[in-house]
């Protein structure tokens, strides 16, 4: 998939239009310098080969976004990166990859919702509400005690 990627892009198919943009994979250990802000995508039963992958470019200020679908991931989240670092976040987009690798984005509307957990920073959720503020998606922000 990395090799496809670099060679024909990222192409999203939605709302009738489809769209191709450049795609740079990267893949487990190719990140030397701290990142801003990390999308943790995956499911729960790889969580913890996911965290050895993203561990090494989580700098002072990198902020994990979990959008998964559970509270359980929680306490390994904090234990690996600590506690603060990691805002709460659900996601509800709908969408497939077809054979030929594009994303086909099915839903009429989609919505990111992250907030702030105990000991969290202010500044992690007003980050995220400007790194989203895209014309097609949706963040909304929440408070979240976990």
């Known amino acids: 998939r990395a090799a496809q990627l670099a060679r ?8 009738g239009q489809e769209n191709c ?12 310098a701290p990142v801003d802000l990390m999308l943790l995508t995956r ?13 090494p470019p989580v700098g002072s200020d990198t902020v ?10 929680f306490d390994a989240l904090d234990a690996r990166l600590g506690t603060g670092r990691v805002p709460g976040g659900a996601d509800f987009i709908a969408a497939s990859l077809t054979p030929d690798w594009t994303i086909h984005h099915t839903g009429p509307s989609d919505c990111i919702l992250f907030g702030l957990r105990a000991g969290a920073a202010p500044r992690q959720v007003e980050a995220l509400a ?12 929440c408070s979240l005690q976990v």
């Open 8 to 15: 024909d892009g990222l192409m999203v198919a939605s709302h």
């Open 21 to 32: 943009r450049p795609a740079l994979p990267i893949q487990a250990g190719q990140i030397e």
């Open 43 to 55: 499911k729960a039963y790889d969580l913890d080969d996911a965290l050895d992958a993203i561990t």
């Open 64 to 73: 994990v976004l979990p959008p998964l679908n559970e509270l359980a991931h």
């Open 130 to 141: 400007s790194l989203f503020a895209a014309p097609l998606l949706t963040a909304a922000r």
